[in-house]
C-alpha cells in the first residue's frame, strides 16, 4: 500500500548532500537504486535525478520495525526517509559524490511500489532500444540519459537569455499553418469548420518571420518546434526543434558576430569550453576542394588533391574518361597506411561506391620504396612518380583516388576522408572545431527534374557582385549570400541574407520556373507584404538536437529527445498513430481508402 | 528602386537616440511614419521598434540632391539615414521620447518603397479588425500592438529564468500524440506511414509530464503550444500556450509557494506592480457563496447573499418553488442605485436569462424609505422588512434576487454581479487582485450524461480526509486538491496534487464510469508507468496569451497573438486552411466526402 508523504517535506535532493552536513536531520524522498542485507545491516541506495545517497539500517541502532520494512524494499520504490546524516562506519564510496556519508533513517515511508522492472534503471544500459522505448519512462530515469535532458534544458535557457540580452524578441508562429505543396512533405491538418481543407505543420516558420521583419520586429527569435513528413534517417524525427532567428538591418557579418558571441557563451558555461572567436570562415568552393564536403571536419588532414592537371595525359583510361567528361581526378593520402590489407582497402571501394563513385583507384607506397597500385599497369614510371609528388606520397603512405563528376569525386572522398578518420580513431569527442561555410551556390542542377532548384530557398539574396549573372541566365556561376556553421563535420545551422527588393525576388522565381501563379498561390502573402516596405533582413536556424547531441557526446538524436518516434514514426510507447474514431473521421468529412 | 544598404551599418535605433547624442554622426534605418515639405524644409519622422526620430532637410544647409530625394519619400518606405544629431531648432515635442533633438542627413538611401498601405499604421487604429487581420504584417507595425509582443517576450523570458533558477528543467513533449476520443476535440494528424491512422496534437502535455515525474526529472517547465479543435469564441483560439509546469515530492503549499513567488517577481519586473504574498486563499465553496463564481473579481463588493432562509416561508411562490426543488434564493445588493429605471433592470433579468435564470427579482428603495418591488404584493411588509434587513438595504439601494437551484442562481448573480461593476465602472485595469481558489469538488454532476465527471481531471487527487467518501459513493461531496489562481475574475492558472497511488486511482475511473477497457486503451502507457514507482506529484499550468492580455490590458487575446485565426478557425492572411492535393490525399490514404 501507497503510503501518503503528508506531514513531511524535503529538505535535501539526494546528491546535494555532503560532508558538511553530517549531524543533521534531513528528509530525503527517492527511488530505491538497490537493497541489500548484510549481516544485520540493511544498505539502501536512493536515487534521485541529482544522484545517490546510501541509507543504512543496523541492529541496535535503527527501530526493529524500520529495518523490517527497510528490508523489503525493492528496486525502484519511491520511499520517503526521514534520517541524520552520518559519516559513513564503512569505506568511502570514491564512485559516487555522497559517497563519505550515509543516512541513518528513523522513518520510512514507501510512496509508492513497484513491480519488477522490465530492465534495470543502470547507466550504459544493454537493454536492447525497443524495449527501452516502450517502457521510455523507466528508460528515462537512467542517469546517464537524465544529464543529457539536464544540459538541453541548460541550452534551451541560455540560448533564449543571450538572444534577449542581445534585443531580440521571443514571438510565436502559428502550428497550424498554410501548407504548401513544394519542397519537403508537409504534415496536413484536417479542418473540421471546412471540411475538405487542411492545414499545414511547419516545417520551419520561414514565411512567418519574414513578416515579422516586413512588421519592423527588428530581431526575433524562438524555440519552434517543426514538422517534416520524410523517410526517417537514423538522425531524423518527424518532428524536431529549432533554435530560429531572423534580424532586420544587417548583412552577413551582422549574423555571424552575433551568433559567434552565443556559441562561445554557450560552450563556455555549458561545457568549459573556450571557442577562439573570430570562427574561421571557408567558402563553399574551399570546403569542398580541401574537404569534399560543405561540412568539413576540421580535427583532422587527409585534406584532397586535386591531381587531374597531373594525370590529364596519362594512359588510365579511368582517370582521362572522367577529365574528358568534365570532372576530376582528386587524391587523398591516408598517411601511414601503406600497409593497409587489400581487403580493407576493397570494403572501402565498397564503400565509395555508396556516394556514387564506380571504384578507388590506389597507390600503396611500402616502406621500401615500391609501390602496389590498382592501376600502375597503365601507367608510365614518370606518370607514377608525377602522381606521388603531387600527393606528398612517402614511403609507408597509401594515396586512394577517385574520378569522375565533381559532385561524385568530393561526395565519394569527403565520405571516405571521415570514414577513414573514424577506422584511425583520430576524432576526439573532446575537441570542437568550428567553421563557417560561406558563399555557396545559389542555385544547384537537378538532373532529376531538368532544371536548377534553389539550394538554400528561393528567398536568399545572391552576392551582390553575382547579380549580373541573373540577367545573363549563368546560374551555375552565382554565389549566394547563404552561411552554415559547421561543428565537427555536423552542419548544426545555418541561414541567409534573404532578398528584400521585388525585382530581384521576381527573377528569382522565373529563374526557378516558378510561374507568377505558382509563386503567389504558394507565398502570395510573403509577397504581397514585400510591396509595403521590406527591411534588408537574414536570419539562421540551428538544429538544436543535433548541436546537444554533439556537446553531450551522444550518436543519436533519440537520446536528447525525451519521447522520440522510431523509423516508421510511430511512438513505442503510446502506440500513436492509431486509427480514428468514426465518428472523427465524419466530423472532418473524411475518409479511409481501403488498399 | 530599392538601394543596397551595403556598406552602413546601423548604429542606434531610432528613440535610442537623446540629446546626449548631440553632434555625433549616426545611422538610423527604418519606416517613414510621415513626410511633409513645409517652405524650403522637408520633415521626415522615421519609425522602427523603439520609436521615432525627426529627420530634417533644410534648403542651403543641405544637399540639393538629398533634399529632392527626402522630399520624393512616402509612407512605409523604409530608409538608411546617415546624419548628425542636433538640437531641435523649431519647437520641442513632449510626445515622443525623441521630441529634443532632430537628425540632419548627410545621406540617405531608400532601401525599399511602398505602395500606398490599405491602412495607416497609427496607434488606436479605427480600420475593421477583418482588414487589419487581412494586411497583419502591416497591422503589427503599430506600436500599441508591439508593445504587447515586446511584454509577451518579455514575460516569457522571466518566466523560463526564474523556474530554470529554482531547479525546474525544461523539456519539450511531442506535438505528435496519442489522440484520446474523450474530452475536447483534438486536432487529428493523418500517418503517412500507416494510413488510416492519426496523431492527436497535445490539448496538454498532462500525460507526458505526468510520466516525465515517473521518470524522476522532479520539476518540469515547458511554455507548450496546445490545440483544441472547438468552436471559437471571443477569446479563444485553436491554439493557444501553456506555461505548463509539474513537481515531485510536494503537496499543494509547495506548488503555490513556488508560483506565488514567481508571479510576484514577473508583475514587479514587468509592469512594477507589487503582489502582496502570501495571496489571498479561498475555498471553491466560499467563492461559489460570496461571488457566485470560482472566479470571482475581487476588486469590488456587491457579494452575494444567501436569503433562502429569509424568505423561507414567505408568500412568493418563486421564491419558495425554488427552496421545495432544493434550491437557493440569494441576492445582491447594488448600493446606490435604487433609481435605476425599470428599462434597465429589464436588461438585467434578460442578461441573466443567459445564465439560466428565469427572470430577476428586485427590490428599489427610494430615497424615503419607500420601496418598488417585482413581488411586494406576494409578501408580507415583514416579510418584506425581514428581506430588507438580511440584504442591509438602505434608503437608494437596489435589491436584486434570483431563486432556483444552486449553480443557476450562482451563474446568474455571478456573472450579474461583473456586469454591474462593468456598468458602474468599478473595474480598474492598474489594480491587479489576485486569488487562490482551493478545494474545488472532485466531480461534477451532468445531467446531459446521468453521470458524474470529473472537474478537473481523473488524475485529480481527493483530499485525504474525503477518500473515505470514495468508498462510500457519495462523490458530490468529495472535495480536490486542485487550485486556480484567479486574477480580476479572471483563470489565469490551475492545478492539482495528481492521484499516485494505483488502488485510488482504479476506484477514480470506476466511479467516473470507464471500464477497465476503457482507461487502458485512452490512459494505459500512464497506468502502466504507474506501476514503477511514482512520486507523489502536482503541477500547474498558466494560460500564457491570457496573461499577457491582462498585463498588457488588452481585451482580446488576439491583440497578444502575432497570427491569430478568426472565429471559423481560419487565417485572413494566409487563407488557410486549404484544399489538399491529391497526391497528398492519396499518400495519406484518405478522400474527401462530397456533402
Chains 1, 2 share one sequence.
Not at 503528508?6 to 543533521?24: D, I, M, P, W, Y
Not at 521510455?136 to 541560455?158: A, E, G, H
Not at 608510365?380 to 612518380?385: A, L, R
Not at 521590406?534 to 538544436?544: K, S
Amino acid at each position: 500500500m501507497a503510503e501518503s508523504m503528508q506531514g513531511l517535506k524535503r529538505t535535501h535532493r539526494c546528491a546535494e548532500l555532503s560532508a558538511a552536513n553530517v549531524g543533521e536531520t534531513v528528509t530525503i524522498m527517492g527511488w530505491v537504486q538497490k537493497n541489500r542485507n548484510k549481516g544485520g545491516l540493511v544498505f539502501t541506495d536512493v536515487r534521485d535525478r541529482s544522484g545517490i545517497i546510501q541509507v543504512v539500517c543496523e541492529e541496535g541502532k535503527t527501530d526493529a520495525a524500520l529495518i523490517e520494512k527497510a528490508a523489503s524494499l525493492r528496486s525502484e520504490y519511491v520511499v520517503a526517509i526521514v534520517g541524520e546524516v552520518a559519516k559513513r562506519s564503512g569505506a568511502v564510496n570514491e564512485k559516487i559524490a555522497t559517497g563519505e556519508i550515509e543516512v541513518l533513517p528513523t522513518e520510512l515511508r514507501i510512496l509508492s511500489e513497484s513491480m519488477t522492472p522490465p530492465f534495470q534503471v543502470e547507466e550504459n544500459s544493454k537493454t536492447k532500444e525497443e524495449v527501452r522505448l516502450k517502457y521510455r519512462y523507466l528508460d528515462l530515469r537512467r542517469p546517464d540519459l537524465q544529464k543529457n535532458f539536464i544540459m538541453k534544458s541548460q541550452v534551451m535557457t541560455l540560448t533564449r537569455q543571450f538572444f534577449a540580452d542581445e534585443g531580440f524578441l521571443e514571438v510565436e508562429t502559428p502550428m497550424l499553418g498554410k501548407t504548401t505543396p513544394e519542397g519537403a512533405r508537409d504534415y496536413l491538418v484536417p479542418s473540421r469548420v471546412h471540411p475538405g481543407c487542411f492545414y499545414g505543420l511547419p516545417q520551419s516558420p520561414q514565411l512567418y518571420k519574414q513578416l515579422l521583419m516586413c512588421s519592423g520586429f527588428d530581431r526575433y527569435i524562438q524555440i519552434a518546434r517543426c514538422f517534416r513528413d520524410e523517410d526517417l534517417r537514423a538522425d531524423r524525427q518527424p518532428e524536431f526543434t529549432q533554435i530560429d532567428m531572423e534580424l532586420s538591418f544587417v548583412d552577413v557579418d551582422d549574423v555571424i558576430d552575433v551568433n559567434e558571441r552565443y556559441l562561445a557563451k554557450l560552450f563556455k558555461e555549458v561545457l568549459d569550453v573556450d571557442v577562439q572567436l573570430p570562427i574561421q570562415r571557408m567558402t563553399w568552393q574551399e570546403a569542398m576542394d580541401r574537404f569534399g564536403s560543405d561540412k568539413p571536419d576540421l580535427r583532422f588532414g587527409m585534406e584532397l588533391t586535386d591531381v587531374t592537371d597531373v594525370v590529364k595525359g596519362c594512359g588510365f583510361g579511368v582517370f582521362t574518361g572522367a577529365i574528358e567528361n568534365n570532372g576530376s581526378v582528386r587524391g587523398i593520402n591516408a598517411k601511414g597506411q601503406g600497409s593497409m590489407p587489400r581487403k580493407k582497402i576493397d570494403k572501402l571501394t565498397a564503400f565509395v561506391k555508396d556516394y556514387g563513385a564506380k571504384g578507388l583507384a590506389y597507390i600503396a607506397i611500402q616502406e621500401d620504396g615500391t609501390v602496389k597500385s590498382s592501376f600502375a599497369k597503365f601507367m608510365s614510371e614518370e606518370e607514377m612518380d608525377a602522381l606521388i609528388k603531387a600527393m606528398d606520397g612517402q614511403p609507408g603512405d597509401l594515396l586512394l583516388f577517385a574520378a569522375d563528376k565533381n559532385k561524385v569525386v568530393w561526395d565519394s572522398l569527403g565520405a571516405l576522408r571521415v570514414e577513414l578518420a573514424k577506422q584511425l580513431d583520430l576524432l576526439d569527442k573532446n575537441e570542437y572545431r568550428f567553421v563557417w561555410i560561406t558563399e555557396f551556390p545559389q542555385f544547384e542542377w537537378s538532373d532529376e527534374q531538368g532544371r536548377y532548384l534553389a539550394m538554400h530557398h528561393p528567398f536568399t539574396m545572391p552576392m551582390e557582385e553575382d547579380l549580373p549573372l541573373l540577367d545573363k541566365g549563368e546560374l551555375g556561376k552565382i554565389r549566394a549570400k547563404a552561411y552554415d556553421i559547421v561543428l565537427n563535420g555536423n552542419e548544426i545551422g545555418g541561414g541567409s541574407v534573404r532578398i528584400h527588393q521585388n525585382d530581384i525576388q521576381e527573377k528569382m522565381f522565373e529563374a526557378l520556373g516558378f510561374t507568377k501563379e505558382q509563386a503567389h498561390s504558394q507565398f502570395g502573402f510573403l509577397l504581397e507584404a514585400f510591396k509595403y516596405g521590406v527591411p534588408p533582413h537574414a536570419g539562421l536556424a540551428y538544429g538544436l538536437d543535433r548541436l546537444v547531441m554533439l556537446m553531450a557526446k551522444q550518436d543519436s538524436i533519440r537520446d536528447v529527445i525525451a519521447f522520440p518516434k522510431i523509423k516508421d514514426a510511430s511512438c513505442l510507447m503510446t502506440e500513436a498513430p492509431t486509427p480514428a474514431d468514426e465518428k472523427q473521421l465524419e466530423e472532418l468529412g473524411l475518409s479511409v481508402v481501403s488498399e
